[in-house]
């Protein structure tokens, strides 16, 4: 131990460094972590790089010291410590201690004096100690037996490298303090004395001591200035030597610890499990789990730690909790676990498949779980295996059919709307209570984490969960399941069960105790996962000849516009380089630059482009060619491979647990996408089409986000323009441009429009004026007008910006939460954008729960448990505001009014919900 170095951490130094050099870290709660984890980084990259030393870790203590009473103005200039640094101060400190490393915090003195002291001690029984910290003024510690190591700038100083650095030594590093002072503390050192004088005074004559012994001196010094220096120095005499004093480190501070008592890091796992799980630093709680909590994370080569990265290292292994696999290969052991079954009251299944495509996937196994630490695995197609090795699939499958047919036996399930929809293909039917976990997670907090398995077992089991890639391999070798080995696949399959059944009862209690969250759950979102997964099955017919001939008409026009961009460049470039096109934009047609890239190129970015197209003919074509080469990839070329085979028909994937705001979202394809205000984006919705006999109908919310404005902000100029069915825009048009109701021209109703969507989604004055193409000054103008006219809405706007500041998330009408992380940032940009989402989320937020509402009323009308429908109809898509139906010929009229007055009584708002609906024979034409 004597030959090992004493490390002493300038904790407070750190602190501030990391808050203010690293980008902002926060919980899923809003909660700051970022200099946390940043001083955290630091200091376990110390413990690795000095195993065996004794550590102390200082941080200055509340309060006034004895600088304070020597000089009333120390420190008068430095800022409040910021509320989000001073709410890390707590748990980094309990980090610190949990980390075993002894946290001095000494009164009356600063970390720089208790460290001074430290130091001394040291450098007299003669051992060796580096000092961590990134403050010059520790220079002056500097000796035979003391180093100073900043970790962030990956620098030692010994004595060479002090004199290397400031060029003086250790000794002389007061007095250069002294003489140039501090603006930081406020040291007030020699006015007119900077940093190239001093070191000219001290190099040329010595210290303080020596430079007022010889002011005649002083004068003779190639120093610029130099003749006035001698009259500078004595008038400001007094107030040198008190910066001297004010600079000095103490070195003899009475310590409630000695040199002996300090030791090597002895950490306490369990607080630390403890504080990484509250403060979720994931990668460092999975090594904790693990076994193996490495000394230094999230470190590059620079030695500069980054606070935003919190990802699972690949390759940790986590402990795994002791649990009970079954391998249920034979007819009794099946039996017993099927007893079992029948008497719960729910249970937990979990299929095993041969692909994620839920229209082709053939069941390979069965997972199972009943109580924690027990699940069981139904190996039922494995390839490898021989037919009496395993069970007979459909004798399983139908024996398990009652219980998943029960209406009240509970089923629990991971994404669960997957493997409703795989048993469906066999003929069962899956009713009664449906609980997902991924669903669970979604409403309790959208923006905490990823709701996949994996992710949800690391945040809220604090376990990692073998993934599918461990076990199949990746890329085009990765095997399906029915290939994988029974020893790996029964730990999988069983794990999957087990950790479902687990994360449900620990999520369950959390959902239940924050406000109405339980009941978006079980209102929403659990009973939407059949309706979900019976449209997806349903699917949509695809007019594939109409695609295919849109996609030649789009060639011929990118082709045309390529054209057209070479005419106008003056040559011929390829129009997806980014570098050709700064080239030819920037350099050779001398477009201005607008923005630039983070490695300092000139920026082609779309929004960039977009800008410059209102300006100059080139971007406009260039954004016109990569608008339709956008569509014919992603749309008309890729719409026909994806329909199904064997119904001949498109069928996407819905998720409920995507969007921050509770928004469904798809893919494969993505409908919410397709554009509707270009020609050649209605083109492709004319493709979606309806069987031979039957209808598309689509019925839409009218401008449900300004209702539910309205709703919210109770401002009665909107309430009453909506209970009078006036025309929204053109009422906002009549009160923002003065003019009667009826003498609002278009293009002011348009302008209105954009003032009236705009403002919901926070845009600034600067922002519409963009939009409408006028001076900022002149949107501020109509904006001022809108909120005098609609005051209600101005204050409902400021109120939420308070209460969500207070509160940490919004809500919507339903008590569905948004959490809003950076909505007290210190960033001006991001507190902005987190005050426009508090006021978005509610009114989005809202819309997509009466739309899910609707969606549920809906189907159980059109798809009744028992009976049947007095509507030949089903539910075919989903987007936005809008669901679209495929409705029997001879019954659209009545369709219409039917299912129009079920959408409008999802909610009961201030104001009425109007839905309008149209009718053709393909989506298109029912706009």
Not at 315 to 327: E, F, G, N, Q, S
Request: aromatic share 6%; proline share 5%.
């Amino acid at each position: 131990m004597a030959d090992t170095p004493i490390v002493l951490v300038d904790g407070s130094s750190y602190l501030y460094r990391a808050f203010h050099a690293l980008p902002p870290l926060t919980t899923s709660q809003g909660k700051p972590t970022g200099a946390v984890k940043g001083v955290l980084n630091m200091l376990k990259s110390l413990i690795k790089q000095y195993p065996n030393s004794p550590m102390a870790v200082v941080f200055d203590a509340k309060g006034k010291t004895f600088r304070d009473e020597l000089f009333e103005q120390y420190k008068a200039h430095r800022p409040p410590m910021p509320d989000d640094l001073r709410g890390q101060v707590e748990p980094l400190h309990a980090c610190v201690k949990a980390l075993g490393l002894p946290l001095l915090c000494v009164e009356g003195v600063e970390a720089d004096d208790v460290i001074g002291t430290l130091a001394r001690h040291a450098t007299e029984a003669g051992r060796n100690a580096v000092i961590s910290t990134g403050d010059k003024d520790m220079a002056q510690l500097v000796n035979g037996h003391i180093t100073l190591v900043n970790t962030m700038k990956d620098e030692t100083l010994d004595i060479a490298g002090v004199n290397a650095k400031f060029g003086l030594p250790p000794e002389l590093i007061i007095d250069y303090l002294a003489l140039m002072g501090d603006k930081v503390d406020n040291i007030p050192g020699v006015p007119g004395v900077g940093a190239k004088t001093a070191l000219g005074l001290l190099q040329g004559v010595g210290g303080l001591d020596a430079i007022y012994a010889e002011l005649d001196k002083v004068a003779t010094l190639p120093i610029r200035g130099a003749k006035s220096l001698p009259k500078k120095l004595e008038e400001n005499r007094e107030q040198a030597f008190l910066s001297y004093k004010l600079a000095t480190i103490k070195t003899d501070c009475n310590l409630p610890v000695g040199l002996g008592d300090l030791d090597i890091a002895h950490p306490d796992r369990e607080a630390l499990l403890e504080l990484y799980r509250e403060l979720e630093f994931k990668a460092w709680l999975a090594e904790l789990l693990a076994g193996r909590d490495k000394g230094v994370d999230d470190v590059d080569s620079g030695g500069t730690p980054s606070a935003d990265d919190d990802s699972l290292p690949e390759d940790v292994t986590l402990a795994k909790p002791v649990r009970d696999d079954h391998t249920l290969l034979t007819q009794a052991a099946f039996d017993e676990w099927l007893a079992r079954l029948k008497s719960a009251e729910v249970f937990c299944f979990d299929l095993e498949t041969t692909s994620l495509n839920y229209m082709e996937a053939e069941i390979v196994g069965v997972g199972l779980a009943l109580e924690p630490g027990e699940a069981a695995y139904i190996p039922l197609a494995h390839d490898y295996l021989d037919a009496p090795e395993q069970l007979d699939r459909n004798a399983v499958l139908a024996a398990l059919k009652p219980l998943l047919e029960d209406p009240a036996k509970g089923k629990i399930g991971q994404n669960l709307k997957y493997d409703i929809s795989v048993l469906a293909r066999y003929a069962i039917r899956v009713v009664g209570p449906l609980t997902d976990t991924m669903l669970e997670s979604y409403v309790l907090n959208s923006t905490a984490t990823r709701h996949d398995m994996d992710s949800l077992a690391l945040k809220y089991l604090g376990e990692k969960t073998i993934s599918f890639e461990e076990i199949a391999g990746k890329g085009v070798k990765q095997l399906t399941f029915n290939q994988i080995a029974l020893e790996q696949a029964v730990p999988y399959a069983c794990e999957d069960a087990d950790v479902t059944l687990r994360l449900h009862r620990e999520l369950r209690p959390r959902v239940e105790a924050e406000g109405r969250l339980s009941e978006v759950l079980d209102t929403l979102e659990r009973p939407l996962i059949p309706v979900l997964s019976r449209m997806e099955r349903g699917g949509v017919a695809l007019d594939v000849t109409r695609l295919h001939k849109q996609s030649q008409e789009l060639e011929g026009r990118i082709r045309e516009l390529e054209k057209e961009a070479f005419e106008i460049a003056g040559r011929e470039f390829n129009l997806g380089s980014p570098k050709q096109l700064c080239e030819i934009l920037f350099d050779e047609q001398k477009i201005p630059v607008l923005k630039k890239t983070p490695k300092g190129a000139p920026s082609t970015a779309e929004a960039v482009l977009e800008e410059l197209a209102l300006d100059y003919p080139l971007p406009k074509v260039i954004m016109a060619h990569r608008g339709l080469t956008k569509l014919k990839s992603t749309y008309t070329d890729k719409l026909p491979l994806l329909v199904n085979k064997a119904t001949g028909r498109i069928h996407t994937s819905y998720h409920q647990a995507v969007t921050a705001t509770g928004r469904l979202s798809s893919s494969d394809p993505n409908l919410q996408n397709i554009p509707i205000r270009t020609e050649e984006g209605r083109k492709i919705r004319q493709a979606f089409i309806a069987r031979p006999g039957y209808r598309i109908v689509a019925a839409d919310y009218s401008q449900i986000e300004l209702r539910i404005m309205a709703h919210l902000s109770e401002d009665k100029g909107l309430l009453d323009a909506f209970a009078e069915n006036r025309d929204i825009h053109s009422a906002t048009a009549a009160e923002v441009f003065g003019v009667a109701l009826e003498s609002v021209l278009p293009d002011q109703r348009r302008s209105a429009k954009a003032i009236n969507f705009g403002l919901i989604y926070g845009m600034s004055a600067w922002g519409l004026g963009k939009q409408l193409h006028i001076e900022r000054s002149q949107a501020q103008t109509y904006i001022d007008r809108y909120f005098d006219r609609y005051p209600g809405v101005a204050r409902f706007m400021n109120d939420t910006r308070s209460q969500a500041a207070e509160d940490g998330f919004v809500e919507t009408v339903s008590g569905r939460r948004l959490y809003l992380p950076e909505i007290n940032s210190r960033q001006h940009a991001r507190r902005q954008a987190a005050e426009r989402t508090a006021i978005n989320a509610p009114m989005q937020g809202t819309a997509a729960d009466i739309i899910k509402r609707a969606m549920i009323d809906v189907d159980a009308w059109l798809t009744p448990l028992t009976g049947a429908s007095e509507f030949d109809a089903m539910m075919v898509m989903q987007v936005h505001d809008e669901l679209v139906f495929e409705v029997k010929e001879s019954q659209v009229g009545d369709f219409i009014g039917a299912v129009k007055q079920r959408m409008q009584n999802a909610a009961e708002l201030r104001v009425p919900l109007i839905v309008e609906a149209e009718v053709g024979d393909n989506w298109d034409e029912a706009h």
